[in-house]
Nanobody, 121 residues
């Protein structure tokens, strides 16, 4: 089992920044892909970004150029730096871990509880 705990969410004005953290514990593996997903009220959960511990990363078009995903393997922690935030970025953000480098939720086995990000206009 792998446990994931997100932190760093909060309320920020449009144009501002936040950094989310996801700490992994348990039976973690360097072969896992770590991903961030988000779910806005009334909408389906969607892919945001993913990273392999080797450094490969990918982003949703909606956040490309504004968000940066990174990882610290020594701390088993993944970060999501979010800049130039927009009201439409408001959502619960979830961290996930899986064995495939994928943008699809069903490829991820472990999920955190989520952290709320609210961007005011």
């Amino acid at each position: 089992q792998v446990q994931l705990v997100e932190s760093g969410g909060g309320l920020v004005q449009a144009g501002g920044s936040l950094r989310l953290s996801c700490a992994a514990s348990g039976r973690t593996s360097s072969t896992y892909t770590m991903g961030w997903f988000r779910q806005a009220p009334g909408k389906d959960r969607e892919f945001v970004a993913a990273i392999r511990w080797s450094g490969d990363s990918t982003y949703a078009n909606s956040v490309q150029g504004r968000f940066t995903i990174s990882g610290d393997s020594a701390k088993n922690t993944v970060y999501l730096q979010m800049n130039s935030l927009k009201p439409e970025d408001t959502a619960v953000y979830y961290c996930a871990a899986g064995r495939s480098f994928s943008v699809y939720q069903f490829h991820y086995t472990y999920w955190g509880q989520g952290t709320q990000v609210t961007v005011s206009s």
